[in-house]
C-alpha cells in the first residue's frame, strides 16, 4: 500500500497525534514507533515522504536514514528534540531533507509536508528525468521533473535542492544573502550557515564540473551566493 507519509518517533503519543493531524487534512499517512517496524514497514509498503526521529527505541534514526538511502530517494524529513547544529549537520549530510526541532507546530509540519509531496507528485508523473528536455524559454530549470538542464542533460535533484536551484537562478546575476535564501527556501531564518553550506554543496556536486572551483554558484564571502549562467 502506498502512503503519503511515515512518521517514524518512538514518542508513541506524539507520533498518533501528528497522524491523525495529517489524516484528518487529507494527507494519507501512518506512524511506526521503532528501527525494525519502519524496516518491516518499508518492505511491503510505500511512502511519500518519511518523518523520521533520531532517538529510536531499537536504533538511530541516523542509520536507519542510511539504509533507505540504499534504495530510495524518498525525501525524508529529521524530526528531533536535539538541538545542536551539529545533529542538523550530520541529518543533511546522510541524506536528510529537512530537520524540524521539537516541539515543532502541527500546522507548519503539515504545510512542509504537503509543499514537499505537491512538487514529488509532479515529478513522479512527468516523463523519465534522465532524457533530455528543451526548455521553451530556454531556462535549465525544469519544474515538472524537479530537475537542472546543463549541456541538454537533465540532473533530477531533491526537493530542497531543487527550491534553492530554482531561488538563485530565478536571482541569477544578482548576490542574493544567506537570510534572502532562507526566507524563500526554508520560509524562515532560524537555520545555521551550516544547514545551508550543505545543500550549496550537494547542489554543487550535481551541477558543477569541479565542485571545489564552482562556476556557476560562487560565494560571496560574508554576504551569499552568486549564480552566473
Known sequence: M????LIIDDE??????????????????HAVYSHDE???FLGNNEAGLILLDINLGDGSGFELCKI?????????FFISARQSDDDVLIALNIGGDDYIKKPY???????KVKVILKRTSHKDSSEDPSSPTPSSDNSPIDKDT??????GRKIPLKAREFALCQYLYEHRNSI???DQIFDAVWGDSFY?????????RRLREKIEDDPNDPKIIKTIWGTGYLMEI
Open 176 to 178: 542574493v544573502t544567506k
Open 12 to 29: 508513541k503519543e506524539l507520533a498518533d497525534n501528528t497522524c491523525e493531524y495529517f489524516n484528518m487534512f487529507g494527507v494519507n499517512t
Open 146 to 151: 524537479m530537475s537542472f538542464i546543463l549541456n
Open 38 to 40: 519502519a524496516i518491516e
Open 105 to 111: 507546530s502541527l500546522s507548519v509540519l503539515l504545510a
Open 68 to 76: 533507505i538511502r540504499r534504495d530510495t530517494d524518498i525525501p525524508i
Open 192 to 200: 545555521s550557515d551550516g544547514t545551508l553550506n550543505v545543500h550549496i
Open 2 to 5: 502506498r502512503y503519503d507519509c
